[in-house]
């Protein structure tokens, strides 16, 4: 009896549970359905029919407008640059620190460890940062969206926590074989690692490619915006499509594809490489090791 | 008995050169490692410490022309501007209100997820669930902010066509000032509820399984289980993310916010982060927008500091 009444409560629980979690997981991804979808849709299906998921009449309207001039391109262009680059970039800078604080025989290690914390809880904020970039002669070139952002200080520290699992024995006979410390970096630790420093490149990866603010302090040049940048004049400053207005000479198609579309370009690699984020991050313990 | 304090002296000498010349040993031996750090170190020297060298122009009247040591002292006379200037009580409490909402609306909500995850027994619909709700997280702010301004515009979006069909008025949430804090929370929910999950779900993981089977012999039901064993269990894991919470207290995202910001919203909209962009970069006031960056950086290192010596103080572990 008791157990048949709990049994009851549970399923009851369970329905309950499934649905609102279904319900949580539809609400997330509808809205990038409905701009996906409108983005392909015709504009007078878009004019016809407001809530719309799933165009019935296909058309790439939308998508030929924005590639008719290469603005959209020269941004893409920048945002891939500045994305690969500074992924590589940032990678070999993390991995050095972090196989160097990982190190438990390191004098100063915990000082430097210190320095480095410390950076998450308190700045400089963005206008003496922004001198120092100045002052680095970075204004107006790409590497300013690259440089002042090297190394992220939690990237660093999971990969550090990362080394520091990794069995000890390994570098202790590598070590007795001669080997130096660069050469048991890049040829024992990196291969066993490529799971976390694959994650934590994606991470990076996808930090540039959604570059917006260092764009918008540190570069005045427009032929030098990243596709995050461009995307904002054309869904909300430029209601009257006033960046390079006589570019799209002929008749406008309906705004609100174009908008559509712009976001989905903008979008599209980072759910592109997001399986295999999702593959590695599913690997939950990675990040829970971020404390200590 | 002269002699015997000498050796002792002695000896004291002798292990402290020892032990000195045992760390230069070990300096030496990891000359190479030292090499590996030195680029990641001059980095956070440069970007992360020369900038907060620089925080030393808020007492200067800097100007650009004459560099950080031609530049004028001015003692704290910025910071008394700040204090009585008219917006500052409006910056003030925005920044407040907004950052009330994300640690009484937002922070509990990925908790109560992941609750909910845990309770799930089939893992195809866990990870489904996990795998679409993580996706915003990983879309920029202008992508987030650009998918709000086509759903909620007035001319076409969705959101006002669906009112309109169920015969309400049509809402301008762009430009009307009640709608930027609702809309500002939703939109943190929508990116970070999801994602915020994992770190709940990791230490969850670390549960031990017998303990749900024990309290299912005394007959506790699921949302006692929950109270009862998984909340304790994470408990530390909360403790630490809301210290870290609180000390982004005024880190409500600077880009988040300036995308929301137009002038019909500002005074709601405009924070701390915001106001330093628009005086510093805009008009050119480096000294006075350093002095607010200082002070909202400052107030937000003693609010750490305090939280973590609160959660100290409860025999919690704390983030350092």
């Known amino acids: ?292 | 008995m002269e002699t015997s304090t000498l050796t002792a002296e002695e000896e004291k000498k002798q292990v402290k050169k020892i032990k000195r010349s045992e760390t230069w040993r070990r300096i030496k031996r990891n000359k190479m490692i030292y090499l590996m750090i030195l680029p990641g170190l001059i980095y956070f020297l440069i970007y992360k410490y020369l900038p907060m060298y620089g925080l030393i122009i808020s007492f200067m009247d800097y100007k650009p022309y004459l560099g950080i040591m031609g530049s004028q002292w001015v003692g704290f006379d910025h910071f008394a501007r700040l204090f009585n200037s008219a917006e500052f009580w409006m910056i003030f409490k925005n920044t407040l209100i907004l950052f009330a909402l994300q640690l009484f609306i937002f922070f509990p909500i990925p908790i109560i997820i992941s609750l909910m995850l845990n309770e799930v027994r089939h893992s195809f619909f866990k990870r489904g669930v996990q795998t679409l709700i993580y996706i915003p997280h990983f879309m920029s702010w202008v992508v987030i902010v650009s998918i709000s301004y086509v759903m909620l515009t007035l001319d076409g979006g969705i959101v006002n066509a669906i009112l309109e069909s169920l015969g309400f008025q049509k809402v301008n949430f762009l430009l009307n000032e009640d709608w930027f804090r609702p809309m500002y929370i939703l939109q943190v929910i929508w990116r970070e509820a999801g994602w915020g999950t994992i770190i709940f779900l990791a230490a969850i993981t670390a549960v031990d399984p017998q303990l749900y089977e024990a309290a299912r012999m005394d007959g506790a039901n699921r949302f006692r289980q929950m109270w009862h064993i998984t909340l304790p269990a994470i408990r530390n894991v909360i403790i630490v993310l809301l210290i870290l919470k609180i000390g982004d207290v005024l880190e409500l995202g600077f880009e988040h916010v300036y995308l929301l910001l137009n002038s019909s919203n500002r005074n709601v909209a405009e924070i701390f982060d915001t106001y330093v962009y628009v005086a510093g970069l805009q008009q050119g006031q480096f000294s006075y927008s350093t002095a607010v960056g200082f002070f909202k950086g400052g107030i937000g290192l003693i609010l750490v500091v305090f939280a973590n010596w609160l959660a100290k103080k409860f025999n919690e572990e704390g983030i350092y």
Do not use: C
């Open chain 1, 1 to 292: 009896m008791a157990q048949r009444r709990i049994s009851t409560g549970s399923r009851v629980f369970d329905f309950f549970n499934y649905f609102l979690l279904a319900l949580l997981a539809i609400i997330t991804v509808l809205p990038f359905i409905h701009v996906v979808g409108s983005s392909f849709a015709t504009s007078a299906e878009i004019a016809r029919t407001k809530f719309l998921l799933f165009p019935t009449e296909f058309s790439l309207q939308a998508y030929k407008y924005i590639f008719s001039t290469d603005t959209i391109f020269r941004a893409l262009g920048v945002s891939i640059i500045v994305t690969v680059g500074g992924t590589l970039w940032s990678m070999l800078f993390s991995v050095l620190t972090a196989y160097g604080l990982s190190r438990r025989d390191l004098v100063g290690r915990r000082v430097i460890n210190f320095l480095i914390v410390f950076t998450l809880l308190f700045n400089g904020g963005m206008i003496p940062t922004f001198l120092v970039v100045q002052q680095t002669g970075l204004l107006d070139s790409l590497w300013a969206l690259i440089i002042p952002v090297t190394i992220n200080a939690f990237n660093m520290i999971i990969l550090r926590s990362f080394f520091m699992n990794l069995p000890q024995g390994l570098e202790e006979s590598a070590k007795i074989d001669g080997a130096n410390d660069f050469s048991i970096l890049f040829r024992i630790v990196i291969p066993i690692s490529l799971p976390a420093i694959a994650t934590i490149s994606l991470f990076y990866a996808v930090t540039y490619w959604n570059t917006y603010m260092h764009a918008i302090l540190y570069l005045a040049d427009a032929d030098k915006w990243p596709v995050q940048v461009l995307l904002r004049q054309i869904v909300v400053l430029a209601s009257g499509m006033n960046y390079d207005a006589e570019a799209y000479s002929d008749v406008p198609p309906p705004e609100v594809t174009v908008k559509m579309a712009t976001i989905v370009v903008a979008t599209v690699p980072v759910l592109l490489v997001y399986p295999f984020l999702q593959k590695y991050f599913a690997k939950g313990a990675l990040l829970g090791s971020v404390k200590g």
